[in-house]
């Protein structure tokens, strides 16, 4: 069966029961049907507290650098928390949002797979409980006030060619990239050269996601800086006064979502940014949420260890005071093959000699968590293809650097097939060996910051800035943004900025060709080689082979 067909031959528990098994009772619910449900302001305010004085323990899984052979980085997490419950550790998940860019494009959802999935699984993939919708409209409010000061006198002087604010649909849409506003005449606005970003790579979305109030969420939204006045001075959205009707958009997008997995267990699903061009972690207020109802708490961030785990561990755990214990790497033999050179179409076959080659990208991410002071253990996504004698290979490898694979069963045997995994992490999680530090310290220069991950996440030797960027950084340390930490935004194929070099490249130069200040979130992004904020539709999208029938029952979903 597909990943949509065993969803929707699962029967879902109410909600509210979902949530009493974590010790939430029904009237702090807000339901979205009988299954997917929000907190309450006030049960959020008491978990929140209680997280602070007796949180769980944290896992974070991350993975090796993506491949079209698949890692299943949501399905292993998912399994992995059915798998603890299994074995009598009380345990709650927490994930990100899909975007509907890939779930119509190429990547997919974000619900899981095969017997390891959230549920239910349409809804969690398409429009869930709208947070992301809300996010869009808030942003795109944003940008027509902007315009409509411009237009009814621009009193702040604001100079349009300065605008760094991007509007956004959820949608890949490369057409939207580059485009011109204002056409028509003087009662059509004010013409200007304009962009599109996808919504997961809002600024709104990452403002969402670290804000645990109200009050936070408007204090983050007046510092969001929309560009230049005349006099070359910073503008910042809270000059327009504004503010409150952008966070009443927002007010129920920060509670945090309640779902269930195909086991019954609890899962908060909140918040959505792309961790290629964001911070790519679910929200800051999901994850206390699970820490104060759960003994163990399984998060994911997104794509590899050099993208999601590095903004995991540097920025949300910086921002939100929080601890891990233990971090997962998920691999695949397909993934480590295609590392290794093997063409997508050979991946069938027995190949040691090109999976001892790739395993130099998984030895990578082994070394890179280590150096946040963090026990990992990697987790090996099980293929019918995979052979004994490439199994055995991989839990070799592993060992000669000091990490330990377990082959995990979660897509066809859920919760069961990830028990080894589940009974590994408690014990790294519970041996107190974990001591979390964040890469660099903010008092760096923002370009030492860049250089920094460059090199030493990346392996790059040495960093080449545009000239254009370099005066943008200083200008933003200028402005007293110095000390804020940095987002790289590159792409998700490779450990470096060339999704052409596969594997673990080294001795290049990695540029960097233009930055941004999101000063709301709290972080600089830096753009690096080809990235775009905005992607595009693949020639064969997803969208063909999605329908819907007419009982409502949605197919090709995954």
């Not at 794509?303 to 785990?309: N, P, V, W």
Request: proline residues 4%; glycine residues 10%; charged residues 25%.
């Amino acid at each position: 069966m597909t990943d949509i067909e065993i969803a929707q031959k699962n029967k879902m528990i109410p909600v509210a029961d979902v949530a009493a098994k974590i010790g939430i009772t029904a009237d702090k619910l807000e339901n979205y049907g009988p299954y997917k449900a929000k907190i309450t302001f006030d049960e959020l305010r008491a978990l929140q507290e209680k997280a602070a004085s007796k949180p769980g323990k944290l896992i974070l899984v991350t993975a090796v650098t993506p491949t079209p052979a698949g890692e299943g980085k949501s399905t292993v997490s998912i399994g992995l928390a059915d798998g603890l419950n299994k074995i009598g550790k009380k345990t709650v998940v927490a994930l990100r949002e899909p975007s509907l860019g890939p779930c119509f494009g190429v990547k997919g959802g974000a619900c899981g797979g095969g017997y390891a999935q959230i549920v239910p699984m349409e809804d969690i993939n398409l429009h869930f409980t709208g947070d992301i919708h809300a996010i869009s409209i808030a942003n795109n409010l944003i940008a027509a006030l902007i315009d409509n000061h411009l237009q009814q006198g621009n009193e702040l002087g604001i100079d349009p060619r300065t605008i760094s604010w991007k509007r956004c649909v959820d949608l890949n849409d490369r057409a939207l990239r580059n485009i011109t506003i204002g056409l028509g005449g003087r009662l059509q606005g004010v013409p200007r050269e304009d962009h599109f970003s996808i919504a997961v790579a809002s600024e709104i979305m990452a403002i969402v996601c670290l804000s645990r109030t109200i009050s936070e969420l408007k204090e983050r939204i007046d510092r969001i800086v929309i560009g230049q006045n005349y006099a070359r001075e910073n503008i910042t959205f809270g000059q327009l006064k504004c503010t409150g009707a952008i966070a009443a958009l927002l007010k129920d997008v920060i509670k945090p979502n309640l779902v269930q997995t195909l086991e019954k267990n609890p899962a908060f699903v909140h918040g959505g940014p792309f961790a290629n061009i964001a911070h790519g972690c679910n929200s800051v207020n999901a994850t206390l949420c699970a820490l104060a109802t759960g003994d163990y708490v399984v998060t994911e961030a997104g794509f590899a260890a050099d993208l999601g785990a590095e903004k995991f561990l540097d920025i949300k755990c910086r921002a939100a005071g929080l601890k891990p214990s233990a971090v997962v790497i998920v691999a695949t033999i397909r993934a480590l093959k295609m590392h290794g050179g093997v063409a997508k179409a050979d991946l069938s076959k027995p190949d040691t000699a090109a999976l001892e080659k790739g395993f130099a990208n998984l030895k990578t991410h082994i070394e890179n968590i280590a150096k946040f002071g963090l026990p990992s253990v990697v987790a090996i996504n099980k293929f019918i293809t995979d052979s004994d004698e490439e199994i055995a290979l991989i839990e070799k490898l592993c060992r000669n650097v000091g990490s330990q694979a377990i082959l995990t069963e979660g897509w066809g045997n859920g919760g069961e097939g990830a028990k080894d995994l589940a009974k590994a992490v408690a014990e790294l999680a519970d041996n107190g060996k974990a001591d979390y530090h964040p890469l660099y310290e903010l008092d760096l220069p923002l370009a030492d910051k860049i250089r920094k991950l460059a090199k030493e996440i990346y392996r790059a030797d040495d960093v080449e800035f545009d000239s254009a960027a370099l005066k943008k950084l200083k200008a933003f340390e200028d402005a007293g943004y110095g000390k804020l930490p940095v987002c790289v935004a590159k792409t998700q194929n490779s450990i470096s900025h060339d999704p052409k070099l596969i594997g673990a490249p080294s001795g290049y130069t990695f540029p960097v060709r233009d930055v941004q200040l999101y000063a709301g979130a709290g972080f600089v992004v830096a753009l690096a080689g080809d990235i775009m904020t905005m992607p595009g539709l693949p020639k064969a999208p997803a969208a063909l082979d999605i329908d819907v029938d007419d009982n409502g029952v949605i197919s090709g979903l995954f």
